[in-house]
């Protein structure tokens, strides 16, 4: 199993970075993503803890690690640069907070996170073409939900991204132990949104070349 977008407690989660990883190890992961939630204000004191609990655990454990940042709810004339600013501060991995049908995210946030260049749009919602081919031509990943409410807009995630070429990942976007799910789970919610056998292996293997990138 590989799960690139999850939370501690440095944003809403419910555990210090350390156990989420232990709790991740256990069920069998090869790759973890840490993706706190973060904005202008928070994402010079949220990267660097992160950074460091994935430098601490990469010595002592053979699953992956991967430090990244969610940015979450920021206006879309801030994106590019906190997106950026992660980056700068040492996240391998920058997911940005789609337009999910659950959140009144800003119109044009899609837009400005994949023009920004982040890796994964999570949550997407109702993705249009356009955005969608963007994200394709630029290799943004767009996410297939496994959190409730953000996986209202699944289905139409998954049809866009056939239509246009662009790929898609799993992300449990999980807050708690119990959100951490195994890869036949993650595999039950991709079929469920309506990907065949081949493109739930595409998905994986999309994350397969994100983990590769980010642990180089």
Do not use: W
């Amino acid at each position: 199993m590989i799960d690139l977008h999850t939370h501690t407690l440095l944003s809403d989660g419910d555990l210090v970075p350390m156990e989420l990883a232990r709790r991740a190890e256990v069920k069998g992961f090869r790759a973890l993503g840490m993706a706190d939630h973060v904005d202008t204000a928070l994402v010079d004191a949220v990267v660097p803890l992160l950074v460091q609990a994935a430098a601490d655990l990469a010595p002592v454990m053979k699953m992956a690690v991967i430090a990244g940042a969610e940015v979450t709810h920021c206006r879309p004339e801030h994106i590019a640069r906190v997106v950026a600013r992660a980056r700068q501060l040492g996240a391998r991995i920058v997911v940005v907070h789609g337009e999910t049908p659950s959140e009144p995210v800003i119109e044009g946030t899609n837009r400005a996170a994949i023009e920004a260049g982040c890796d994964i749009l999570a949550h997407p919602g109702l993705v249009t073409e356009a955005d969608a081919r963007l994200a394709a031509a630029r290799g943004v990943l767009l996410e297939v939900s496994g959190r409730q409410g953000h996986c209202l807009a699944n289905g139409h995630v998954v049809q866009v991204a056939r239509r246009t070429g662009a790929q898609v990942i799993f992300g449990s976007d999980s807050h708690a132990p119990e959100d951490l799910r195994p890869r036949a789970d993650a595999e039950k919610v991709l079929a469920c949104a309506g990907l065949t056998v081949e493109e739930i292996a595409a998905a994986f293997a999309a994350a397969e070349r994100l983990v590769a990138r980010a642990t180089a």
